[in-house]
């Protein structure tokens, strides 16, 4: 409501621009309730930093650094982005400083400093990173032969540590298609590993009202649903909750594959809310339907084969918000996901501090939908996009694949946040059988239709390796003037302010084979090699005399 009462007497008050944020502070600083203290949101390997300052402003910079607590030395991260915008949807978000520091180490304690660069403002906090050690209060043995769901209604407390629970050898959770889920989890401070879970009705595990759950080492397969039309009914999931307080879920080392239906593709009609639609709609490996965030998905296999193919990886519906998938402090990495006919991975909503790096994406429509970021920051970085599949047939609409990011809206309330898009790096493996195109994708960055927009969108360092040169490596078709494309190796045409790709380099990448299996460096001397730009904590270990292009630095193995 304050900062609304600014935003009105500037308008019918003639306020010059630089003035505007003096006005801003002096409304939010007289009718109390502007400032906040920075705090620290940790994850294992990352931190999401939010201030509100008196003196924020887009022209006061605020630079961070910080060290494990104890030593000497101190290490440079990003800045913190300063957000202009205020929110109605979000009021307690504008105006604030918002950030994130990665590659951090576990179970740590770290020492942080923000220091504004105008005003010498300094701010020191602590914090420490989730330790991989789970504490324990005890461990429950599950040896059952029941197609009915395994309803968890113990957990264990801060104090207290985990309930494990585990199966006896050989046990595998059938639902026999009957029951809803194989496990439902209505108790906090729960871990679930090692599970077998096969033919649930709808999904395979579901999070109740909880926080703080593990799930690990899990094999879930041939759950869902197949609506009248052949195909599978939207959001059935491997693991799925609608708990608006569901918060600090760890989703890793499992395996979701194999749903029991398949999604229809972009190249197929069906019937959805009254309408006919070409929209993917099918099952996913993991949905959570407004849920409060602070996850971390990791070293995962989200996979299929051409009958049961997923809508999207992962994600939700209510995309166009404050609010959902992942929300916010959410850490998405080393996951393979494939074999999904829209998006590998979607996370399109707030996206406060949600960070998604190393992740392998193959047989999807595209890679990454980040279409709507209302609020920001999110960091998309060092992931690849194997080949991409627009429909199941052998047609050549069928064959073509299409962005490695997906972006934009239509309501520009929801299109404020800001995204990074850091060395990532897009492929265009040989032709299918039949085809005498690449199987890659055939845009890079792509605001999908001239009537949306996103800002504030920041690109560096990644290789656009488009299908063809007479297709787009950008297409930003409202040119915003707050998106900022360079130190890019690509492929193909720009659409987009003027200024775009300033320093970076058209051309096809020459990967180097010496590189090892699944890992994709330039070759010393090609196009985009020790041509990228230094991103403090994204690049710091890199090799020669710039980062290369792209998500793999040449040479031994790149720490962040």
């Known amino acids: 409501m304050k900062l609304r009462l600014a935003a009105i007497i500037a308008k019918i008050v003639p306020t010059p621009p630089a003035a505007r944020w003096l006005l801003f502070l002096f409304v939010g600083s007289t009718l109390g309730g502007f400032a906040a203290a ?27 650094r910080y060290r494990p607590a104890g030593t000497a030395d101190w290490r440079e991260a990003l800045p913190l982005w300063f957000d202009p915008n205020e929110h109605a949807g979000a009021p307690e978000h504008s105006l604030e400083y918002r950030g994130s520091i990665v590659g951090l180490q576990a179970g740590t304690d770290y020492e942080i400093e923000l220091r504004l660069e105008r005003t010498g403002t300094v701010e020191r906090l602590g914090v420490r990173t989730w330790s991989d050690q789970f ?17 968890i209604t113990e957990g264990g407390s801060p104090e207290r540590g985990y309930v494990v629970y585990t199966p006896a050898p050989g046990t595998v959770l059938d639902g026999e298609g009957k029951a809803d889920a194989n496990i439902v989890v209505q108790a906090s401070h729960v871990i679930l590993r090692g599970f077998v879970l096969k033919n649930a009705a709808r999904h395979g595990i579901i999070l109740g009202d909880v926080t703080d759950v593990v799930i690990e080492q899990c094999d879930i397969s041939g759950w869902g649903r197949t609506g009248d039309e052949g195909f599978g009914l939207n959001l059935d999931s491997a693991v799925y909750s609608e708990s608006h307080v569901l918060e600090r879920i760890v989703i890793q080392d499992s395996q979701l594959h194999h749903p029991r239906s398949n999604a229809n593709s972009w190249t197929e009609s069906r019937h959805h809310d009254g309408r ?21 998905i990791r070293r995962n296999r989200i996979f299929s084969d051409p009958g049961h193919k997923f809508n999207d990886g992962m994600g939700e519906v209510h995309n166009m918000t404050f609010a959902g998938f992942p929300r916010c402090d959410t850490d998405i990495h080393d996951n393979y996901v494939q074999g999904a006919y829209d998006d590998g991975i979607e996370v399109e909503g707030a996206n406060l501090n949600v960070r998604v790096w190393g992740n392998r994406i193959d047989d999807v429509y595209g890679a990454i939908g980040a279409a709507i970021t209302s609020l920001g920051p999110i960091y998309i970085w060092r992931n690849v996009l194997e080949s991409s599949r627009k429909g199941p047939g052998t047609d050549a609409d069928s064959n073509k694949g299409s962005y490695l990011i997906k972006l934009g809206n239509e309501n520009e309330a929801v299109t404020k946040g800001r995204i990074y898009i850091f060395h990532n790096t897009m492929l265009q493996p040989p032709p299918r059988p039949g085809f005498s195109e690449t199987s890659g994708g055939s845009i890079g960055y792509n ?12 690109a560096r360092n990644n290789i656009l390796f488009i299908r063809d040169a007479n297709r787009l490596a950008i297409n930003d078709p409202s040119r915003d003037p707050t998106n900022d494309f360079d130190f890019d190796l690509y492929l193909g045409g720009l659409v987009a302010r003027e200024g775009t790709q300033q320093h970076g380099i058209q051309g096809r990448p020459e990967f180097d084979p010496a590189g090892g299996a699944g890992r994709y460096p330039l070759r010393p001397g090609s196009p985009g090699f020790d041509a990228g730009l230094r991103l403090p904590n994204f690049n710091d270990g890199f090799h020669g005399a710039a980062p290369d292009m792209g998500a793999f630095e040449a040479g031994p193995r790149e720490s962040p």
């Open 38 to 64: 920075p705090r620290a949101v940790p994850t294992f390997n990352c931190v999401g930093v939010y201030w509100r300052s008196e003196l924020g402003a887009p022209d006061n910079a605020c630079l961070v």
């Open 135 to 151: 504490p324990v209060a005890r461990t429950v043995t599950v040896g059952r032969e029941d197609p009915r769901p395994l309803v």
């Open 276 to 296: 006919v639609s070409k929209h993917p709609i099918g099952p996913q490996g993991i949905s959570f339907v407004r849920a409060k965030g602070h996850f971390v």
């Open 447 to 458: 605001v999908t239709a001239a009537t949306k927009r996103q800002s504030h969108i920041m």
